[in-house]
């Protein structure tokens, strides 16, 4: 029984030390190490508890040893002093051969608490090894008839340093007849290759003996040497020609040892012994030797040993055919050894979240691991999910992954996924695994209602009926059951004087919006406000959207005339000199409208006049003028009736009479002298009553005019503030009104009034009115044609 639990026990430890290897150590870099070949052991490589940030006695402490793969113990950890030294001697060439750069991976554990650091260590070469020539003694039978270029390839020299200790180039000893030159083959191995510069003379030398030496490029460089006896034959003018000069074959690691790789095949057009072929293997190395197998008569090349992918997966073979005369050709054959993929992907999952909540940011859901038995690509594994799915695979250390949300997720657009993993090997065939997993996402009140606008504009037209549906807003909200349900309502306007809660109501169930009482454009153009939706969720969520309201103006008010004042006790009358010239301003007509835009353009028309044809209104500044010279046959008094129209619809108007009277000039006979005016006064006591009366009808007009300009900044800046507005202080100069850019007027215009008294009586005299200059305002043809846009009666 005590046995069983301590077995359960250490089952657990072991899947607590792979769990938290993969979370602890995912995405670290090894630290790296170097050491040079041939070091002593016990040598000094690193301070190990300095590097990993630890005490010196806490390395004893905490358990801390050495992991190398297959349990090879090249370093050693000394754990009093956290030094970390070499096991023993290490030889680069017999722990890596030609695998340039020699790494030996190892790792370091921690066991209480747990924890996992990689290291590699890098063993560095040293030139300790000369080249060696497989075969020192070579022998070339060159026919005499060679020429000059001609290239004899030789056996090359092998070096078992790598990098620049390896093989740099070869030399010959000097001769008249031949140079060396070093060429390259494709697996970067050097070789040499004799080139005949001189022809040869049989009769004069019959056989050369030349000295092949191979060096490395090492500090000091080390060499090795090759005897070359050269035999100078008689012509044989055929040499044996292959069938293709490179042969490329692909053979499983698991072929059987006498599998037929493949056959070369050559031919020598000579007869006899000179067109007999025999093939062997050429500049083979001591591996290929031992691996391949030609058959000299058929050239069958053949397998004598168990091949290894994982050890070497390329061969380079190089076939001589050497016919009886001593003439030879070459080619060479490629080997690519194919890995066998027989092992699928195994999953090992190590922890699982089923249920992730919609607002958790990259949650952890699954921690699994992934091993393939098979080597290189068959063993290398991709891992991959579906592309539609908010989830990643974070890579670990040791094909560890953790099955991780990309982001929030959102229950609203999606309440459960259906997770595959597959893992495919890079093998042909690929092999592949898959993990199903299904996943929840429980919902929170994570989304706030939104509104289908951020600004609504309503129009409503003045004079509107209470109550009535200016419009609507509409928000909607994704999340389900009580988190949807949204509640309107108006917010606190920012303009404190805004009285929106007696203008506009709002439905909390529908957000449609009513007009609490009717609205006037001349008092309020335009005012806006905010809406809130909310959503009943906990804790609850809202937004906000702006709402402008535009009052339509509607034309409801008639023009007002300014002047001719109009108050039903004393006409206005005009005097007019019978000297004037046809386009003489007789009066102005002034009038405002206090509606807006079109509703507030004014047309001025001549309806009724005493003389039809002698006096025209300007259409569009109500300007009376004479229409054409006086004479003596016209009417001292005239009564003009005006008509003022606007634009809207339906149109508005006004009218005005104005009474004009002729005379001969403004001092005889209706402006008497001072002595004349007294006694008329004593003798008529109606001069008197006329004078009351007219100066009542100025003051009344002064005080029209001072209103109205009160009355339009009262308007401008309720319309530019929404608040109210005073009448502004100051006294008004009285002899002067000056009317300007209001209405449809383009101009100014001033009127001086002025009473004269005398001995005892008095006499209202106007006095033409001061015109302004209109050169920068009024187009030259219209002073040259003073009937141009009148209303003539």
């Not at 140079?179 to 022809?199: A, F, I």
């Not at 591996?287 to 030609?294: A, D, L, Q, S, V």
């Not at 007009?701 to 900044?713: I, N, P």
Request: glycine letters at 6%.
């Amino acid at each position: 029984m005590e046995t069983s639990g301590k077995f359960i026990c250490r089952q657990r430890q072991v899947l607590l030390f792979f769990l938290l290897l993969g979370l602890s150590q995912a995405g670290l870099e090894p630290r790296r190490y170097s050491v040079v070949e041939e070091t002593e052991g016990r040598s000094f490589v690193t301070n190990l508890a300095k590097d990993l940030g630890l005490g010196q006695r806490d390395l004893s402490k905490r358990g801390a040893r050495v992991i190398s793969k297959g349990n090879k113990l090249h370093l050693l950890l000394d754990l009093e002093t956290g030094d970390l030294l070499l096991g023993e001697k290490l030889d680069r060439e017999e722990l890596c051969g030609h695998t340039d750069p020699c790494v030996l991976r190892f790792q370091v554990l921690l066991e209480n608490p747990l924890e996992f650091f990689q290291a590699e260590l890098q063993v560095i070469d040293i030139n300790d090894h000369s080249p060696v020539f497989i075969d020192r003694d070579m022998l070339l039978k060159i026919p005499e008839s060679s020429l000059p270029g001609t290239t004899f390839p030789l056996k090359n020299a092998q070096d078992v340093d790598v990098g620049r200790n390896n093989i740099k180039n070869y030399v010959i000893s000097p001769n008249s007849y031949f140079r060396v030159l070093t060429r390259n083959r494709s697996d970067g191995s050097k070789y040499p290759e004799l080139v005949l510069d001189k022809v040869l003379d049989r009769e004069q030398e019959p056989e050369l003996r030349l000295t092949l030496t191979a060096q490395d490029g090492g500090s000091p460089p080390r060499s090795g040497i090759a005897q070359i006896y050269i035999e100078v034959v008689d012509i044989n003018d055929n040499a044996p020609e292959f069938e293709q000069p490179l042969y490329r074959v692909q053979i499983p690691e698991d072929s059987p040892i006498g599998f037929l790789i493949v056959t070369v095949s050559a031919t020598d057009v000579d007869t006899g012994v000179n067109g007999e072929i025999f093939y062997s293997l050429f500049q083979a190395s001591e591996e290929i030797c031992e691996t391949f197998e030609i058959h000299p008569e058929t050239g069958e090349i053949r397998l004598k040993k168990q091949l290894d992918f994982e050890r070497i997966q390329f061969y380079e073979v190089h076939i001589e055919a050497r016919d009886g005369g001593s003439l030879s050709g070459k080619c060479t054959v490629l080997i690519q050894v194919t890995d066998v993929n027989d092992n699928v992907p195994e999953v090992t999952l190590s922890a699982f979240t089923r249920h992730i909540p919609e607002n958790s940011p990259e949650a952890v859901v699954a921690v699994l691991s992934v091993s393939d038995l098979d080597s290189e690509e068959n063993g290398k594994i991709n891992c991959s999910i579906q592309d539609d799915l908010p989830f990643l695979l974070k890579s670990s250390l040791e094909n560890f992954y953790t099955l991780v949300t990309e982001g929030p997720l959102d229950r609203e657009s999606r309440a459960e996924y259906n997770i595959t993993i597959t893992f495919t090997d890079l093998g042909t065939p690929r092999l592949k695994t898959q993990l199903n997993l299904t996943v929840t996402v429980s919902d929170v009140n994570d989304n706030a209602p939104t509104f289908s606008q951020t600004t609504y504009t309503l129009r409503v037209r003045e004079n509107n009926s209470p109550a009535l549906h200016i419009g609507s807003v509409s928000a909607t909200d994704r999340d389900s059951g009580a988190n949807a349900q949204v509640t309107y309502s108006l917010l606190p306007p920012h303009d404190p004087q805004l009285p929106l809660g007696s203008l506009v109501s709002i439905n909390a169930d529908n957000g449609q919006l009513f007009a609490l009482r009717s609205l006037d454009f001349e008092a309020l153009q335009a005012f806006e406000f905010r809406v809130g939706a909310a959503d009943r969720g906990s804790p609850a969520l809202s937004s906000q959207a702006l709402v402008r309201v535009l009052v339509a103006d509607a034309n409801d008010n008639a023009p007002f005339v300014l002047y001719p004042l109009q108050n039903g006790s004393a006409p206005c009358t005009e005097l007019v000199p019978r000297a004037a010239e046809a386009g003489y301003l007789v009066a102005k007509v002034v009038a405002v409208d206090g509606d807006s835009g079109q509703n507030a353009w004014l047309s001025y028309q001549l309806l009724k006049a005493t003389e039809p044809g002698l006096f025209g209104v300007w259409a569009h500044n109500g300007e009376v003028r004479t229409a054409r010279p006086l004479s003596e046959r016209d009417a001292v008094k005239h009564r003009l009736l005006v008509l003022v129209r606007d634009h809207g619809e339906p149109p508005l108007s006004a009218s005005v009479t104005l009474h004009v009277l002729l005379v001969d000039g403004f001092s005889q006979p209706y402006l008497p002298l001072p002595d004349a005016a007294a006694a008329e006064a004593r003798a008529d006591p109606l001069t008197v009553y006329l004078v009351v009366a007219l100066a009542s009808v100025s003051s009344l007009f002064l005080f029209s005019v001072l209103v109205f300009v009160a009355v339009r900044l009262c308007r401008r800046r309720r319309a530019a503030s929404g608040g109210g507005c005073s009448v502004p202080e100051g006294p008004f100069p009285g002899h002067l009104v000056d009317v300007s850019g209001a209405g449809t007027l383009s101009h100014s215009y001033q009127y001086e009034v002025c009473l004269r008294g005398g001995s005892g009586t008095g006499e209202f005299k106007f006095l033409k009115p001061i015109m302004p200059n209109f050169q920068s305002h009024s187009p030259g043809p219209a002073e040259e044609n003073p009937n141009f846009g009148f209303s003539i009666q």
